[in-house]
């Protein structure tokens, strides 16, 4: 089975940078997907990473250990509207198009 | 707009009645994948399908089925609802066999069982 904890909720200041962490435990691993959502709308793409690493992509960075089982979401320069739900899921261990398996979101909050 | 397309947007219906929620994926994406999302649960897959056969199986309720047509666009069959399936279910769709294909997901269908 897979199992993806995060925190559930954060709240972080704006211009701030903030760290949103994401643990994972499956019986196989085949990428990790770090997804945006605001309140009632869909799941946006944000990152992805296969290998140990970190992938930048402008305000926005994903760091992934597979050895340890542990992703980062990274936020710089936070705004007001990056306030939303950000879903950190897991592709199942087999190749091609699997489905993934996301854990419960952390809600952020950006306040002024 | 991620291209992925569901409808209706929003269904009110009552215990025990049956409804269908439609998806048109991205265009060329043979993937077509079903996710429920709750307040307490968050996003849980129930079922994909790939070029018309089913791939992989979540957590679906045996009341629930889907399709996927030979013009690719998939349909949910919800029946005997019940007060607890009231939820917005997701579709989503990528593109062919590779693993770091992103999934799409289309705006979702707010079911509402009353």
């Known amino acids: 089975g897979q199992n993806i904890d995060q925190p559930t909720e954060m709240t972080a200041t704006e211009g701030a940078i903030v760290q949103i962490n994401c643990t994972y435990q499956t019986s196989g691993f085949n990428g990790l997907f770090w997804y945006q959502q605001h309140a009632g709308e869909a799941p946006t793409f944000l990152s992805y990473?296969?290998?140990?690493g970190l992938e930048e992509k402008g305000r926005f960075s994903s760091f992934l250990s597979r050895s340890k089982g542990y992703s980062y979401l990274l936020l710089k320069e936070l705004q007001m509207k990056d306030s939303a739900s950000y879903l950190c899921a897991v592709r199942s261990p087999y190749s091609g198009n699997t489905p993934l398996v996301f854990g419960k979101g952390t809600r952020l909050s950006v306040i002024a | 707009d991620s291209g992925v397309t569901q409808t209706p947007k929003h269904l009110i219906t009552a215990t025990g009645q049956r409804v269908t929620l439609r998806c048109s994926p991205r265009?060329?994406?043979?993937?077509v994948y079903w996710y429920q999302q709750s307040l307490d649960q968050g996003l849980q897959f129930l079922i994909q399908y790939y070029n018309g056969e089913e791939r992989a199986k979540g957590n679906i309720l045996e009341r629930f089925s889907a399709q996927q047509f030979p013009d690719l666009h998939s349909e949910l069959n919800l029946s005997s609802l019940e007060l607890g399936d009231s939820a917005l279910y997701f579709c989503?769709?990528?593109?062919?066999?590779?693993?770091?294909?992103?999934?799409?997901f289309g705006e979702g269908s707010w079911l509402t069982v009353v």
């Open positions: 990473n296969v290998l140990d």
């Open positions: 989503a769709s990528s593109a062919k066999d590779r693993s770091g294909n992103t999934i799409y």
């Open positions: 265009s060329g994406d043979l993937s």
